[in-house]
């Protein structure tokens, strides 16, 4: 019976025009996005960083305090003791030590290709005034400097496609539970104020035409967005070629498997304040409720993607109202335990399996009854009613 219903919401909403064009648009979208940034130059005005500088020569510091027409530089003297402190307080974007550029996470690309060339220009200098610059001291001159990276975090292969990575992950989730959990609702209020509902419940019991919404409307969800992650992969190739970390990869599955079970958990709770009210106009004001959680984890989220370690993100990515969100967003960003991945997710499957029973009552006593808006404080009251039988 549950997939007649999932199949019924498949079929009614998957073949309409709206959904179709949606899911090209996010697909041309998708393509577009990642093609643009390739095609537009980057700004002209320089930057402004911190460089630190750990018992490095004299002649090598005031190379680095020039700067260049690209970076405007701040030079911060730090002792061997406090490289990783002042990495790790912000008070430098790196560290320039003798033979090493210590950085707190990801290397930034242009500023590791300035300190780098610097570092090149003043050992070529050096080595010119010491070889008298004959031919072979020439060829000598310009060997290449083996600069050693050093990263506090201990991944060296991870670089800004960690950070890609997780925002596409936590912009994506945030995105369609938003999206299609408001679908899920505005449905529950349309068969509700047209009274089909009525007829539904007369061969089906609520919690089963619950299961059969969230299931149908989730893998049209589940498709729209596997068809935005085939662009975004067909965006990647086509613009440049991308060695993509190992630990990225396994955020491919996770969201996957994330976003059915968050689902699940929100679609649920979306529907059930949806057969709360009985006309359109009143749905966004018993919605505020479970959209703030969402919110919440896409701020945290967001405040997050350099520093994906913090308390915060840890915390949020266990918490079944902001794991959806953070959960593969961590995953992409950092190494986190696999005891840890593996205990969010079985809190957000038995949180989904919870807000399932919930939702079931509420739908068994808030479906039928038509007119003003029923209040939180009423379902309150009617909590020792018995609630429907398995």
Known sequence: MIWLLARREI?????????????????????????????????????EVDVGVAEVPAVLTDALDAGSEDF????????????????TRGEVDVVVTDGSLVWEGSPDTELDEFLRLTVERIALGERAAAFGLDAD???????PIDLEEVRLDGDDDTDGIRFLAGFIAGILTFMFLQTWGSFVMMGVVEEKSSRIVEILLAQVRPRTLLAGKVLGLGILALAQMLVVGVAGAISLVFVRDVDVPSGVWATVPLLIVTFLLAFAFYATWFAAVGSMVSRQEDAQGVALPVVAPLLVAYLIGSASLTTPANGAMTIGSVIPFTSPVLLPMRVALTDVPAWQVALSLVILATSAVLMLRVAGWIYRFALLRTGARIRWRELWRARSTPSETA
């Open 72 to 87: 405007d530089v701040t030079i911060v003297d730090v002792s061997e003791e406090e490289v990783e402190s002042s990495l």
């Open 137 to 143: 001291d020439v060829t000598a001159l310009f060997t």
């Open 11 to 47: 079929v009614t909403r998957g073949r309409t025009k709206g959904y179709r064009i949606v899911t090209l648009v996010l697909f041309l979208a998708v393509i577009v996005l990642g093609v643009v940034p390739s095609l537009i130059g980057g700004d002209d005005d320089a930057r």
